[in-house]
């Protein structure tokens, strides 16, 4: 079979699922992942004759998607702030708003030449972490999470991605104090109300790990809250504190980060020009 033609067989299948350019996305993934071969090898590549082993992959994969699977989770692998990750059932896939989250935070430290102690609580995959680690080198970056096996795909993804971070495991619900103090800590903690899963896709709610999605509607704010005031003891004086938060809710971040102690509040809209972060100070 012809490329040209297993792309058209692709499309078909997958049409009514989802959206034409999603379609298209999913079957350039998965050129580059099976085949080796770039957007533009694709295009220029539509005679090739693909090898039955191949089209059995891709067949395999259909499956799977029709389900509404993650292709993520179906390849193993996503990419995050230029790097490559690691992810499966037990971490949430990365989203392009926390990649603005990292970059925000990067973009405010101007003293990157000292040793900076930074914390990414809820790592998951450790993407935060990681891509903090790889571009402030001289930074001790620690990433804590109460699942294990969570942990162990973080650890496997500072392996691949050749840098040293600290994971450990820790429930920050039941923690009072930490070991260290720090320059900054950042979190993407769960922050989907219940309320909120009807407006949610099948992909997310079926496949991706609840506990770290979602929170009750009569506390939404019970891990920024928690965090929060673990971070008013365990910030260096002048430390920063990042989260990524629900758009519903910014104002409501505002006032919890006022009424704990905090100043130099900043409230940060993400590509969708939706309020998405924010960031305080320990004064």
């Known amino acids: 079979m012809k490329l040209s033609q297993l792309k058209i067989n692709f499309t078909t299948a997958l049409q009514g699922v989802y959206d034409k350019e999603e379609v298209h996305c999913f079957f350039f993934m998965l050129c580059d992942f099976f085949l080796q071969y770039s957007r533009f090898e694709v295009s220029m590549s539509q005679d090739t004759v693909v090898s039955e082993t191949n089209i059995a992959r891709f067949e395999k994969v259909l499956l799977r998607l029709k389900t509404q699977e993650p292709i993520q989770y179906i390849l193993g692998t996503?990419?995050?702030?230029?790097?490559?990750?690691?992810?499966?059932?037990?971490?949430?896939?990365?989203?392009?708003?926390?990649?603005?989250?990292?970059?925000?935070?990067?973009?405010?430290?101007h003293d990157k030449d000292r040793v900076l102690e930074i914390l990414d609580i809820g790592t998951g995959s450790g993407c935060i972490a990681i891509s903090l680690a790889k571009n402030i080198p001289t930074a001790r970056v620690s990433g804590l999470d109460i699942s294990e096996k969570t942990l162990e795909v973080a650890q496997d993804n500072a392996v691949k991605n050749q840098v040293l971070v600290s994971f450990f495991k820790k429930d920050i619900l039941e923690t009072t104090a930490l070991k260290n103090k720090y320059d900054v800590m950042v979190s993407n903690p769960p922050y989907v109300r219940q309320l909120e899963k009807k407006a949610m896709k099948a992909n997310v709610l079926d496949y991706e790990p609840g506990v770290a999605l979602f929170v009750p509607n009569e506390d939404p704010l019970l891990f920024y809250r928690k965090i929060a005031q673990l971070a008013m003891v365990s910030l260096q004086t002048r430390g920063w504190l990042y989260f990524e938060i629900n758009e519903y809710l910014s104002k409501e971040m505002d006032v919890l980060l006022k009424d704990i102690g905090f100043a130099n509040i900043e409230i940060k809209k993400d590509f969708r020009e939706v309020p998405r972060m924010i960031k305080c100070q320990k004064l």
């Not at 230029?82 to 405010?108: A, H, M, Y």
């Open 78 to 109: 996503t990419e995050f702030y230029g790097l490559t990750f690691k992810v499966n059932k037990n971490t949430l896939i990365p989203r392009p708003e926390t990649e603005e989250l990292v970059d925000w935070v990067l973009s405010n430290l």
